[in-house]
């Protein structure tokens, strides 16, 4: 596939269920353009883009790394944190950058102020036909996790989810 001098590899391949093709960066040359294995140094592969001038065209090809869906928590920035009535953290997706998530999430043990999060609200309080959240397919909980409670339409609106883990 290219889209705006993106080559992207053509198939990234199937993974077990606790594993992702995480996104590493990017590369000049064709054949450096997959996913490698875990364990795999890609210094030497993957290019620092600030180097290199924008007056002059590159193709770039997507360099992919093998990880366990626990090794990297998904960014807090994708959620809102709240409470519940009775006081205690609760995680919900943040509705702004929701459509940005692809594939298998893992939901953070703590909330962005050190916080154990122990409820589940709605993660997606968003209309029910709205495109966001399309492309998550796989959610998992951070280890060590103390999750108590999961409202009852916690996932409704995240349309293509297959496993909570």
Do not use: C
């Not at 795999?40 to 193709?59: A, Q």
């Not at 009852?152 to 297959?162: G, V």
């Amino acid at each position: 596939m290219h889209t705006d001098g993106i080559i992207m590899p053509k198939a990234l391949g199937e993974t077990a269920l606790e594993e992702r093709n995480a996104f590493r960066g990017w590369t000049l040359n064709k054949t450096n353009g997959k996913v490698y294995d875990k364990g795999v140094n890609l210094s030497e592969i993957v290019i620092d883009l600030s180097r290199y001038s924008v007056i002059k065209n590159y193709d770039l090809y997507a360099v992919f790394q093998s990880e366990s869906v626990y090794d990297n928590v998904t960014d807090n920035k994708y959620f809102n944190f709240t409470y519940s009535q009775t006081g205690y953290p609760i995680i919900n997706l943040n509705p702004e950058l929701a459509n940005t998530l692809v594939g298998k999430i893992t939901l953070p043990a703590k909330n962005d102020k050190g916080e154990y999060i122990q409820g589940i609200g709605t993660m997606m309080a968003i209309e029910r036909n709205s495109p966001i959240g399309l492309n998550i397919t796989h959610i998992f909980f951070e280890k060590n996790n103390e999750y108590k409670y999961v409202e009852k339409s916690a996932f409704d609106n995240i349309k293509n989810t297959e496993d909570l883990h």
